[in-house]
């Protein structure tokens, strides 16, 4: 029979493993957005002015400070 202990100890390792990956995964997901988040777009002025709606709406809604500055600094 195991010791009681020892598999107390197993479980613990084994959440702690868990817990580990799962706080690195997270970080990793985080540092993405904000990486995506402050990447700077390159669209020219009449790229921008050619968009169709439904482009410049999916760009606002993924990017929308990148989108905001682009609009600010293209459609003056």
Do not use: C, F, W
Request: aromatic share 2%; proline share 1%.
């Amino acid at each position: 029979m195991m010791d009681i202990n020892k598999l107390k100890q197993e479980i613990i390792d084994e959440l702690n493993k868990l817990h580990s990956e799962r706080v690195q995964k997270e970080q990793l997901e985080k540092a993405k957005n904000e990486q995506s988040k402050e990447k700077k777009l390159t669209i020219t002025r009449d790229e921008l002015k050619r968009m169709k709606y439904t482009e410049r709406l999916k760009l606002k809604q993924e990017n929308p400070e990148g989108y905001k500055q682009l609009v600010e600094e293209n459609l003056k």
